[in-house]
């Protein structure tokens, strides 16, 4: 690809330090780059190999609180106490995510001395927004890695993981969920938000922390297409959806996985938790106990977690365990996906026309597996830890029953319309453009660690 004449424009990339959150956005940094964009990021220590791979400069956590690996439970000691979706996520919230904002802006600061970026591409997760738009006044661009957050009138509550009702009853239930969860359920995040964003001079309306970051930024570039969202005739202006936004590819020829048994089995089930789930007793053995020595091929990838173990409990000859196998090359010969309900998994799933079964609450995929369910592209067993005979069962329906795979197919064809790295590269160029360029004097910007 030719380089344009944007050059001159600096980029900052930040990321909440999560796969989910920095994985979507390599396709964009790299288009940027291949327009001759200067793009950095800031983000955690764990993800300097990729950046170093993808030749794209690297700033560091320095203030603000490094997660390690993923291993939020580590830096986070109180987060093992919280069992319940809704404890763990208002644990969360504040922990991991409100009060690491003046962190971050602490850190950019230091960096905008080094790296006078012009505009801001963060995931929709990234506290740091709203200093960098009204502290520092610099265009924010936001990526949508998951679900849409915003508050709707015709939608229940976010974060709870509930389908909508479009009936008039249904609508005056939501009104009531919503003004509860935010006055009451979420009422603490939500105190320590306003206190902080007071604290730092940055004005605010008293929004939930659902609401807020995508107030704040200029624009949100929302993975995923209207198709896998629930409608609302509310829709805030400044969101677009851009198709599903999923990890950068190099596009070389890489050395092909296969095992001869995908090609000796009627049905095959793709089975995976991600990286970040250790667990394996969660999803994992459930499903490798629902068909062992059954006439489905499971193929199960752990992203590490305890694979040789997982190997010597299930010798079966219909079994196959690996740490990784790459999705492109095991997906176009399964009949169906298991999974803890990833978004980049489920787009990838859906991408490949696989009927899914999902079964995860935390992290947000409550939200996701909801809309699975509700669209009727496989089925939501709506639990963190699913029985064997749940999994089986809801294979056969899914692997039997037309209507998944007819809607997924849909879906599918829906997301090939978009180009994403290129569609979000020219709302990207099209806000620089319109934005009258200004120099910050960071010593006049002060920061406020909370």
């Not at 994992?284 to 199960?300: D, M």
């Not at 200004?438 to 909370?450: A, F, G, P, Q």
């Given at each position: 690809?030719?380089?344009?004449?944007?050059?001159?424009?600096?980029?900052?990339?930040?990321?909440?330090?999560?796969?989910?959150?920095?994985?979507?956005?390599?396709?964009?940094?790299?288009?940027?780059?291949?327009?001759?964009?200067?793009?950095?990021?800031?983000?955690?220590?764990?993800?300097?190999?990729?950046?170093?791979?993808?030749?794209?400069?690297?700033?560091?956590?320095?203030?603000?609180?490094?997660?390690?690996?993923?291993?939020?439970?580590?830096?986070?000691?109180?987060?093992?106490?919280k069992t319940s979706s809704i404890s763990k996520l208002k644990f969360d919230l504040v922990h991991a995510f409100i009060l690491r904002a003046p962190e971050y802006y602490a850190d950019i600061l230091q960096i905008y001395r080094d790296f006078p970026f012009d505009l801001m591409?963060?995931?929709?997760?990234?506290?740091?927004?709203?200093?960098?738009?009204?502290?520092?006044?610099?265009?924010?661009?936001?990526?949508?890695?998951?679900?849409?957050?915003?508050?709707?009138?015709?939608?229940?509550?976010?974060?709870?993981?509930?389908?909508?009702?479009?009936?008039?009853?249904?609508?005056?239930?939501?009104?009531?969920?919503?003004?509860?969860?935010?006055?009451?359920?979420?009422?603490?995040?939500?105190?320590?938000?306003?206190?902080?964003?007071?604290?730092?001079?940055?004005?605010?309306?008293?929004?939930?922390?659902?609401?807020?970051?995508?107030?704040?930024?200029?624009?949100?570039?929302?993975?995923?297409?209207?198709?896998?969202?629930?409608?609302?005739?509310?829709?805030?202006?400044?969101?677009?959806?851009?198709?599903?936004?999923?990890?950068?590819?190099?596009?070389?020829?890489?050395?092909?996985?296969?095992?001869?048994?995908?090609?000796?089995?009627?049905?095959?089930?793709?089975?995976?938790?991600?990286?970040?789930?250790?667990?394996?007793?969660?999803?994992?053995?459930?499903?490798?106990?629902?068909?062992?020595?059954?006439?489905?091929?499971?193929?199960?990838?752990?992203?590490?977690?305890?694979?040789?173990?997982?190997?010597?409990?299930?010798?079966?000859?219909?079994?196959?365990?690996?740490?990784?196998?790459?999705?492109?090359?095991?997906?176009?010969?399964?009949?169906?996906?298991?999974?803890?309900?990833?978004?980049?998994?489920?787009?990838?799933?859906?991408?490949?026309?696989?009927?899914?079964?999902?079964?995860?609450?935390?992290?947000?995929?409550?939200?996701?597996?909801?809309?699975?369910?509700?669209?009727?592209?496989?089925?939501?067993?709506?639990?963190?830890?699913?029985?064997?005979?749940q999994i089986r069962k809801a294979v056969d329906e899914v692997t039997t029953n037309p209507v998944y795979r007819k809607n997924v197919h849909a879906l599918a064809g829906e997301f090939a319309q978009y180009q994403p790295a290129e569609l979000c590269a020219a709302h990207i160029?099209?806000?620089?453009?319109?934005?009258?360029?200004?120099?910050?004097?960071?010593?006049?910007?002060?920061?406020?660690?909370?």
């Open positions: 690809m030719k380089k344009n004449n944007q050059s001159g424009k600096r980029i900052l990339f930040a990321s909440f330090p999560a796969d989910g959150h920095f994985n979507p956005l390599t396709g964009i940094a790299m288009q940027l780059v291949a327009l001759g964009y200067d793009v950095r990021w800031y983000t955690s220590n764990s993800y300097a190999p990729r950046l170093k791979k993808l030749q794209i400069p690297h700033y560091p956590f320095k203030k603000a609180i490094d997660v390690s690996d993923g291993d939020f439970d580590a830096v986070f000691p109180g987060r093992k106490k591409v963060a995931d929709a997760a990234f506290t740091g927004i709203p200093f960098v738009k009204d502290r520092m006044r610099i265009p924010v661009v936001a990526i949508g890695v998951f679900p849409l957050t915003a508050s709707s009138k015709d939608l229940p509550p976010s974060g709870l993981g509930m389908t909508p009702s479009y009936s008039i009853a249904g609508k005056i239930r939501q009104a009531v969920l919503r003004a509860f969860t935010n006055r009451v359920l979420f009422n603490g995040p939500n105190k320590v938000m306003h206190r902080m964003l007071d604290d730092n001079g940055i004005r605010h309306q008293h929004e939930s922390i659902f609401d807020l970051l995508l107030q704040k930024c200029d624009i949100l570039l929302q993975s995923g297409s209207p198709g896998f969202e629930y409608s609302r005739s509310d829709m805030p202006s400044n969101i677009h959806f851009t198709g599903p936004l999923l990890p950068y590819s190099t596009g070389r020829q890489h050395e092909q996985w296969f095992d001869e048994r995908l090609n000796q089995y009627k049905r095959v089930v793709l089975v995976t938790q991600g990286t970040v789930e250790k667990n394996i007793h969660k999803i994992i053995v459930p499903a490798l106990e629902a068909f062992k020595n059954s006439q489905t091929l499971v193929v199960c990838t752990t992203g590490g977690s305890k694979t040789a173990e997982l190997q010597k409990l299930y010798p079966q000859s219909n079994i196959i365990i690996e740490d990784f196998i790459p999705f492109n090359d095991v997906m176009p010969y399964a009949d169906a996906y298991i999974t803890n309900g990833g978004f980049g998994g489920v787009m990838m799933g859906i991408e490949n026309n696989l009927p899914l079964v999902v079964a995860g609450l935390h992290e947000g995929k409550n939200e996701i597996c909801a809309r699975v369910g509700y669209f009727k592209l496989g089925i939501n067993l709506k639990t963190e830890k699913p029985l064997p005979r160029t099209d806000l620089l453009q319109s934005t009258t360029p200004r120099k910050i004097n960071v010593n006049l910007v002060t920061e406020k660690v909370y």
